[in-house]
């Protein structure tokens, strides 16, 4: 992977020990109210958008081999949608731990009919799930408005001029290592100061090389080079990465700490991500990507009946007038 340049090792995450007090600061101050895509502009409300996954794959850690034929594809992308998807995130390659990078024209191969054939028939954007500047070009003539790249624009030198100069948004994710080395020996001082730094710089980064900063979400990578410890680290803190300014997303989807906090590698893992989803709506995340929308459609809107779900106002500090 490419170094990241100077430019982008300016750091503006406030050091979440000495940056500034939690006094009269809210969990959602700093927090960006739209994104920018492509062709259209999503705006944020109290409930999170939700980010349906399909995966054109025979080796996706939990729907591999589901939905690999194009056809079957489709079909569940349109279930996605059905279920209220506000967004589709279309992957042809698996990031699971230790998978094989898939090469580039297979993976054009997988993705490009999906998207071709989806594009014209929903009205919700779509995101191309890659780090191949080839795929993301042809999946954008294809008609996605979103590149999601785990790699965050430094997988693929090419990516970061495809991204700027077709004006597709983006969402840049932290990973530690590589997929098929991220789970040998994650370390960290500190999780959330290094994950915030990280994020700061490739934001900066992509914004030096042309890309608007309200089209950037960022992503913490839950299960990309973390122990239990870092990703529970992650989410218990995410609220501050608002002050970051960018929107947020988050993958907790059936991942392997909702197995390990239940002490069972077997079980289903809906409900823990259940929990996860609802907590970071409490949180103010204003993306999730999640394998089961109508499930988790159905869990945000009694929780946010029940009240759970902060109305997105920075309240003012003590004292302050109105
Ligand atoms: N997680 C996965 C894939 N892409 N993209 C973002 N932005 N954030 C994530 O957390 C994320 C992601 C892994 O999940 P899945 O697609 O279900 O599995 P696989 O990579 O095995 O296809």
């Known amino acids: 992977m490419e170094a990241p340049s100077r430019e982008s090792e300016k750091q503006d995450f406030p050091n979440s020990h000495g940056g500034r007090s939690a006094v009269g600061s809210s969990v959602l101050e700093g927090r ?9 502009r999503l705006e944020f409300g109290r409930l999170p958008l939700l980010m349906g996954i399909v995966n054109v794959t025979p080796d996706s850690f939990y ?21 209220g998807a506000d967004i589709l995130d279309i992957g042809g390659e698996s990031t699971r731990p230790y998978a094989t990078p898939v090469p ?79 789970q040998d020996a994650p370390f960290y001082k500190d999780v959330l100061n290094e ?40 989410l218990r803190g995410i609220a501050e990465f608002h002050r970051l300014g960018c929107p947020l997303l988050v993958g907790p989807s059936r991942k392997r700490f ?9 079980a289903d893992r809906l409900p823990g991500t259940v929990a996860t989803v609802l907590f970071l709506a409490a949180k103010g995340v204003q993306i999730i990507r999640v394998h089961d929308v109508g499930a988790i459609r159905q869990a945000l ?3 946010a009946s029940l009240g759970g779900i902060p109305d997105g106002k920075v309240p003012s500090p003590p004292g302050a007038s109105t």
Not at 32 to 40: D, E, V
Not at 258 to 265: D, F, S
């Open 195 to 234: 994950v915030g730094n990280f994020l700061a710089e490739v934001r900066s980064r992509a914004v030096a090389g042309g890309v608007s900063p309200d089209r950037i979400a960022l992503d913490p990578g839950i299960g990309f080079g973390k122990r239990l410890e870092h990703n529970l680290a992650l």
């Open 104 to 182: 580039v024209g297979e993976e054009l191969r997988r993705v490009i009919p999906v998207i071709t054939e989806l594009a014209p028939k929903v009205n919700i954007p779509i995101s191309v799930d890659t780090s191949k500047a080839e795929v993301a070009r042809e999946a954008i003539a294809a008609g996605a408005e979103v590149v999601n790249d785990v790699t965050a624009l430094r997988g693929d030198p090419e990516m970061l001029p495809v991204v700027a100069g077709s004006g597709a948004a983006v969402c840049l994710m932290h990973m530690q290592g590589t997929p098929k080395t991220m």
């Open 32 to 40: 960006a109210r739209h994104w920018q895509l492509r062709t259209r």
């Open 63 to 83: 729907d591999g081999g589901k939905y690999y034929d194009p056809k079957a594809a489709i079909e569940h992308a349109l279930q996605l949608v059905a279920e």
């Open 301 to 303: 809107e009694v929780f």
């Open 258 to 266: 909702i197995g390990e906090l239940a002490g069972n590698m077997e």
